[in-house]
């Protein structure tokens, strides 16, 4: 039986590792933290605009188990806010234990607290994965999923310094770039002036810190627009955002707030003195990243040379999926980079 090794158990590397699965592979995967799905963590909207599309594609192609939990977990269906239609937002309070659970429900390894620091190479493959404890997991093809954000040093470099987000590198130590690590060049965004990387584009709030007024809203009807004062309109911080799709008019100009367990605010950042002159916000607090008043993770900062069938560039037997293998932005676009190893795998590679 092929050995598959995952490293990264984001979104990308859990899709990955089903479909690796499913194709009859022996599938590892090895997570540097204690979570799965990375930014998965925070979130949750599913099924926007052209999202729905990729979504049904996916359910009917056969890579259905990811977007079934999400659907099932979804705590509003069906809404609307400025510039996307139909929407869906999953619980980001509970959607890691189900996925976690599906996962090894369908007998795949996962080893957490196990971060890859290097690989072991013979001619243009790699042989085994080395981890932070010194030890080796052979594999006959690994496939890359572990992002494009962070370290923790390139949060500070390129953004407003380590803003403690959910993937905690502090604790857990920053992610690696496997390719690069093999000797291959990471490819980097930028944004419009130049600058390396681009800030996450939103910011959780504990929904309990928010008016009862807010709070009922968002538990109802799942978004909430609150109109800014003209003086707190900034639209220079919609250049920054890594998902352009939300670079709109109406997210400067309105506190646009979505239910997915926490309230998602849609900015990369925002002042919390300022934030707390607002009626209704009073008393917020950050949930994730708590350092949410200056600054966000950065992403975008690693992204691999691959070809269509998603192979890196150089190394017989890398694959890449989710942020890593391209500027996508969302949970759908990392969930659907895996279907590519359904067929590689069949034709025995
Ligand atoms: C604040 C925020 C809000 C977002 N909101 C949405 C949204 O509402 N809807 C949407 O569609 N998208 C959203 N996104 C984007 C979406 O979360 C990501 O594009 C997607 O989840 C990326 O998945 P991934 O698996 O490619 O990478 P990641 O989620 O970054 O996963 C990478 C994984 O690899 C692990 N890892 C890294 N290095 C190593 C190593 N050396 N060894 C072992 N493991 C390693 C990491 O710990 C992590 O678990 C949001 C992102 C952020 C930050």
Redesign the pocket.
Known sequence: MKRVVV????????AAAISAKKAGADVTI????D??????N?????RNNG?FTATEENILLGGRELFELTDKYSRHKNIDFPGHKHAS?YDVTLIESVVRKKILDMDIKIFFN????DVKMENKKIRAVILENQNELEGDSFIE??????PMGNCLKYGNGCSM???RCPS?????S?TKKCGIEDIIGQRKDGTYGAF?????LNKESLSKEIREKLNKEGIAIIPLPKEEINEGKLDIK??QQYALDEFAKNIVLLD?GHA?LMTPFYPLEKLRKIKGFENVKFE??YSAGIG??I?YLSIAPRDNNMKVIGVDNLFV????SGF???????STTKMQYIGKFRRGV
């Open positions: 490293i990264g158990g984001g979104w990308a590397g859990c090895l997570e540097r933290t979570m799965l799905l990375g930014l998965g925070v979130g949750g909207i599913m999202r937002l196990s971060r890859v620091v999923t572990t992002g494009s954000t962070g987000c959910i993937l857990f130590g920053g992610r690696v496997i996450s584009g939103s910011i959780k890594v998902c997915t998602k994730d990243p966000n993770s992403r999926a989710g942020e890593k996508f932005v969302g949970h759908t676009e990392a």
